[in-house]
């Protein structure tokens, strides 16, 4: 019995510390859902759409081989999870494989599924570029009229594209026209994988539930197919605000800071952290006078302001 009762304990322990990864690991991101004109891409990079070879893509105990393509450049040192990188591999599957000295880091899952960029005679093409200026540029990839192996009727597509934001780590997946009729994704789903990997520690988290709304705290698939139009941003640094009392009393500028912040309706003695996009600590200590000083030394660039205290908490991007 109590053996048991051991194993019982056990069990409940490994499933608390597996709920609470996938909560941290979806804690680093939130995904803000909205709606655009899909513009493709033009004047762009083309891809070849022959694979390069076949990489494992080991999670715990399982493993699959997905077929990848050529090394791209980002065009900018990119920040996602706990790595910084330069390139990505994209995959015939849908997904963009980051990794360091051709070590599997972590992914992003695009539009997961079991995609054919040849088989059904489609003009499939693979496009990127990277825009903007330094700081604030942008790389996109798209995926245009790609079939998927699964449909027997060759008469399913799909389009979408990935945008990586130098700026804060965010990436936005797009959903451009598509025409699927049957059921192709892995599984019976209904619809693809769209979220992001660790390969490091084994988590996985997607998008689950209404595609208009979605959940974002499993490794599910949500409950239809998303519609042409719809953007999934998934930010590190959005700006969040708990309640601190009443939200609509606090103020905090100037934004962009020189060497003082103002923080009107913060009461003294409350702690603060500045802390660079990728989490660490760049300033901390007290308000005092409603005030943060002495931030001349910060280097110009965006940074992450948190404030608590009992009252509360607010989270909000600043920039100098």
């Known amino acids: 019995m109590d053996n048991l009762k051991n194993i019982t304990m056990k069990n409940k ?8 990864s996938i ?12 709606t655009d004109q899909y513009t493709p891409l033009v004047s762009s990079n083309s891809l070849s759409i022959i694979p390069s070879d076949t990489v494992p893509h080991v999670f715990g105990s399982d493993t699959t081989f ?8 980002i065009g900018f040192d990119y920040n996602l999870l706990n790595g910084t990188f330069d390139s990505l591999r994209l995959a015939q599957d849908g997904y963009a494989l980051f990794q360091e000295m051709n070590t ?5 899952s695009m539009f997961d599924s079991d995609l ?5 005679g489609f003009n499939s093409k693979l496009n990127y570029l990277t825009e903007g200026t330094a700081g604030n540029r942008i790389m996109k990839v798209q995926y245009a009229n790609f079939g998927f192996v699964e ?14 934001y130098e700026e804060c780590g965010d990436f936005e997946v797009r959903i451009g026209p598509n025409s699927i009729n049957s059921n192709v994704f892995w599984n019976n789903n209904l619809s693809p994988f769209i979220g992001i990997g660790d390969y490091t520690n084994h988590n996985k988290t997607y998008l689950s539930g209404d595609p208009n709304s979605p959940d974002f705290i499993d490794d599910q698939t949500m409950n239809d197919i998303p519609s042409e139009g719809m953007v999934y941003r998934f930010s590190r640094c959005s700006v969040e605000t708990e309640k601190y009392g009443k939200e609509e009393n606090v103020n905090i500028y100037p934004n962009p800071f020189s060497s003082t912040l103002n923080l009107k309706g913060i009461k003294d003695q409350t702690e603060y952290s500045i802390l660079h996009i990728d989490g660490r600590i760049a300033k901390s200590g007290i308000v005092f006078n409603e005030r943060i000083v002495n931030l001349d030394k910060l280097s110009k660039g965006s940074y992450i302001l948190r404030i608590k205290s009992e009252d509360g908490l607010v989270v909000k ?4």
């Open 13 to 20: 322990l490994l499933f608390t510390f597996l709920m609470s």
């Open 23 to 34: 909560f941290t690991f979806a804690q680093s991101y939130t995904v803000e859902t909205s």
């Open 66 to 73: 997905l077929t990848y393509y050529n090394k791209i450049p």
């Open 104 to 108: 599997n880091k972590c992914y992003i």
């Open 116 to 120: 054919s960029d040849t088989t059904h």
């Open 151 to 164: 449909d027997h009727e060759f008469d399913d597509t799909v389009n979408f594209q990935l945008w990586l």
């Open 317 to 320: 991007k600043v920039s100098k």
